[in-house]
Nanobody
């Protein structure tokens, strides 16, 4: 059982920045992704960003491309979500997702979620 501990959410004004952290209790395989999803009230959970743990290849949704990055610290089994130029529409609960890969699957692990609120 993989444990994921998220931190870093909060309230920020539009245009501000936040950094989320997701620490995993174990390292995933080099071809597996770790990433972030979010769910706003009344909406489905959606993909935000991911990183292939070994290669460092990153993927972003169109809505956050150019504003968010997903760095990782392999030594700490941790991925981050650096969120810049935040907009009110970024308000959501953000979830970390851990896969044993090589793609997302039903056996993936999820973090507990952290609230991000962006005020206008």
């Amino acid at each position: 059982q993989v444990q994921l501990v998220e931190s870093g959410g909060g309230l920020v004004q539009a245009g501000g920045s936040l950094r989320l952290s997701c620490a995993a209790s174990e390292r995933t395989s080099s071809s597996a992704p770790m990433g972030w999803f979010r769910q706003a009230p009344g909406k489905e959970r959606e993909f935000v960003a991911s990183i292939k743990y070994g290669s460092g290849i990153t993927y972003y949704s169109n809505s956050v491309k150019g504003r968010f990055t997903i760095p990782r610290d392999n030594a700490k089994n941790t991925v981050y979500l650096q969120m810049n130029s935040l907009k009110p529409e970024d308000t959501a609960v953000y979830y970390c997702r851990f896969s044993r890969g090589p793609t997302w699957g039903p056996s993936d692990y999820w973090g507990q979620g952290t609230q991000v609120t962006v005020s206008a």
